[in-house]
């Protein structure tokens, strides 16, 4: 079969495209080019899948895998080896214009198959159900018959105590009822999926739901005639924002006065109304006279992979490997600057929590932003390192959380588009974001930091991404003071 022949065969991640939008699903067969390259926070997303599945080979060690074969390869070896009634990995199935690789097919009863689908995820979901439906499906197609679907996901329990166990790792679930369930009238949305991708022309779509679920669409164009303050920066509109742009409302500027809005809705429009920000000066100042000196401005930055890199570590458990810590010792003191960044692939912790020990202080407020993610880490912290819990239960009753005034809309800017995040507020406040830096988001600074340390990379290419973490964890503690500064001018 030739390349172009395969790329018009439906295979399962197509079929869900096709599922979620007719015309992601037309453009991906017939105009490629028009789809996004892969992020690199997505690519690092298929690479923990891509480990997590090969994890789960191991709890099958009389496995046969076939993943390497190419396209025709595979099927015609999937076809000889079924015979052996071993369990096959990356099988694939071919019928007419379906194909579908199987994770993990696995011999049951005389003349039965099991599907074995691996995720990296943590609970069932509907897209899971689908996936294994259009599997079982292409197998039944094919002849095979299959007695139970299963999914094997990560077990958030599993606590990493050297080599990784597959076993612990992760948990096996029986998804037959929901997949035969799923599978009522499938037949039909294959042949009209099939229909779509034959078609000549690319399908109309309006904006909705499933523009974001299961999956954000790549295919942003959709949303590019949308103007500045749309319907969907309404602040959690969710839900709302979709039934009021389909009733014919584009912009929060044209919320009817009668429509139900909570009072920071309310507040937004005003401001859109107005381009003004408002500034409850009296909240603010309430805020700003609860901080004590000295000011310590503290930001983490973490990973949290699927599979645990360090022993006393469950999947997905964030572990914070840099910190940045301003201290203003006084109103009239200048700002002094500390950092840690690990520099080796040990467990950073024990060396994090020494040097924030000596940097920290014992008085004074603590200043972050989101208050629950670092005080998270902090008691993850305390529970690995008893022998620090103590003091870590003291800076913990430090903690101020900068994100309030801003979640409480005692300050807000239209340029925030109903976001109280710190990467809205610092540009919409001071005029000074992160767009100069190269590392300038918490996602990419994770994966940035897990392809430097364990990826294997030259020292040149290494060393750049470590000044890069630098730069981009200190805008996050320097712009907190920025923040701060700019509200005492407000109520001066």
């Not at 949305?189 to 909705?208: A, F, H, S």
């Not at 303050?229 to 742009?245: A, D, P, Q, R, T």
């Not at 609860?290 to 930001?299: A, F, N, Q």
């Not at 690990?342 to 008085?363: C, F, H, I, M, Y």
Request: glycine share 8%.
């Amino acid at each position: 079969m030739t390349e172009k022949g395969i790329s018009k065969l439906l295979s399962k991640t197509k079929y869900l495209n096709g599922l979620q939008c007719p015309r992601l699903i037309w453009i991906e067969i017939h105009e490629p080019e028009k789809i996004p390259e892969t992020d690199p926070v997505t690519q690092h997303i298929f690479s923990q899948g891509h480990l997590v599945s090969e994890l789960a080979k191991r709890l099958f060690p009389d496995g046969i895998d076939i993943s390497t074969e190419d396209f025709m390869g595979n099927i015609s070896s999937t076809i000889d080896l079924l015979r052996e009634r071993k369990p096959l990995f990356e099988a694939g199935i071919l019928v007419g214009k379906l194909y579908s690789r199987i994770d993990i097919l696995y011999p049951a009863a005389e003349e039965e198959w099991d599907i074995v689908e691996v995720k990296s995820s943590t609970s069932v979901k509907d897209v899971h159900i689908n996936d294994v439906a259009y599997q079982h499906y292409c197998c039944n197609q094919s002849g095979l018959n299959i007695r139970k679907c299963y999914l094997a996901l990560i077990n958030n329990q599993y606590v990493k105590g050297g080599e990784i166990d597959p076993e612990g790792l992760f948990n096996i679930h029986d998804i037959t009822d929901q997949v035969e369930e799923a599978s009522v009238g499938i037949e039909g949305r294959i042949d009209g999926i099939l229909e779509v991708i034959n078609q000549g022309t690319c399908p109309e779509m309006i904006i909705g739901l499933h523009c974001r679920d299961p999956y954000e669409c790549p295919l942003t164009d959709c949303w590019d005639s949308l103007p500045e303050h749309n319907i969907f920066s309404l602040y959690y509109g969710g839900k709302k924002s979709f039934e009021m742009y389909n009733s014919g409302i584009v912009t929060v500027g044209e919320i009817p006065d009668g429509y139900k809005l909570n009072d920071k809705q309310r507040i937004q429009q005003a401001c859109v109304a107005s381009g003004e920000p408002h500034v409850d000066r009296e909240a603010i100042h309430g805020f700003l006279s609860s901080l004590e000196y000295p000011l310590h401005y503290l930001d983490f930055e973490t990973i949290g992979p699927a599979v645990p890199l360090f022993d006393g570590v469950r999947p997905y458990q964030n572990i914070s490997f840099q910190f940045s810590l301003y201290v203003v010792k006084d109103e009239f003191s200048q700002p002094e600057h500390f950092s840690f960044l690990v520099s080796d692939t040990d467990d950073p912790r024990p060396a994090l929590l020494s040097e924030l020990q000596k940097t920290l202080g014992n008085s004074g407020s603590i200043i972050v932003y989101n208050k629950g993610f670092e005080e998270g880490i902090l008691r993850d912290l305390a529970a690995a390192f008893p022998e620090y819990s103590d003091w870590i239960e003291q800076v913990c009753s430090r903690l101020v959380d900068l994100l309030a005034p801003f979640r409480n809309f005692d300050y807000y800017h239209p340029a925030q588009k109903g976001s109280a995040s710190l990467k809205a507020v610092l540009p919409a406040i001071t005029g000074r974001g992160y767009e100069d830096l190269d590392i300038n988001d918490g996602q990419l600074a994770s994966i940035s930091f897990l392809s430097a340390t364990f990826g294997g990379m030259p020292e040149a290419e290494r060393a750049k991404i470590m000044e890069n973490l630098e730069k981009y964890c200190d805008r996050d503690t320097e712009g907190m003071i920025w923040i701060v500064d700019k509200l005492k001018e407000l109520c001066n």
